[in-house]
C-alpha cells in the first residue's frame, strides 16, 4: 500500500557531494517524521538525519555541518544533501518515514536502500 523509493547514490571522490531522495507513495494518509539512516558492512543501521513535518531536524554528530535534510510535504519526499564526503561515509543508506494511511493505520515505512561509496 506504502512504497518508498530512494534515489541519488553513487561513487563520489572524498570532498564531494551527492542528494539523495526518497519519494512516498500509496495511500497515503499523512507523514510525521521522515529520515536517513545508514548501514556500513558489519555495523548496525544508525540514524544519519531526521525532519519532523514541522520542519524540525536532528543529525548525527558525525555529520552535522556537512548534510542536510529537507522535505517537501506537498510531494511526500524527503532529501539529504551531503557535502565534505568521507570514506567513513560509505554505506547503504536507507529511508524511513512514519506514515498513517488512509484506513488510519500508523506504520513505520523502510525504503530499499540506496549504495553511497566514497572513495578515490
Known amino acids: 500500500q506504502v512504497q518508498l523509493v530512494e534515489s541519488g547514490g553513487g561513487l563520489v571522490q572524498p570532498g564531494g557531494s551527492l542528494r539523495l531522495s526518497c519519494a512516498a507513495s500509496?495511500?497515503?494518509?499523512?507523514?510525521?517524521?521522515m529520515g536517513w539512516y545508514r548501514q556500513a558492512p558489519g555495523k548496525q543501521r544508525q540514524l544519519v538525519a531526521a525532519?519532523?513535518?514541522?520542519?524540525?531536524?536532528r543529525y548525527a554528530d558525525s555529520v552535522k555541518g556537512r548534510f542536510t535534510i529537507s522535505r517537501d510535504n506537498a510531494k511526500n519526499t524527503v532529501y539529504l544533501q551531503m557535502n565534505s564526503l568521507k570514506p567513513e561515509d560509505t554505506a547503504v543508506y536507507y529511508c524511513?518515514?512514519?506514515?498513517?494511511?488512509?484506513?488510519?493505520?500508523?506504520?513505520?515505512?523502510w525504503g530499499q536502500g540506496t549504495q553511497v561509496t566514497v572513495s578515490s
Open positions: 500509496g495511500s497515503i494518509f499523512s507523514i510525521n517524521g
Open positions: 524511513n518515514a512514519d506514515i498513517t494511511v488512509l484506513d488510519g493505520t500508523f506504520n513505520d515505512y
Open positions: 525532519i519532523m513535518r514541522g520542519g524540525s531536524t
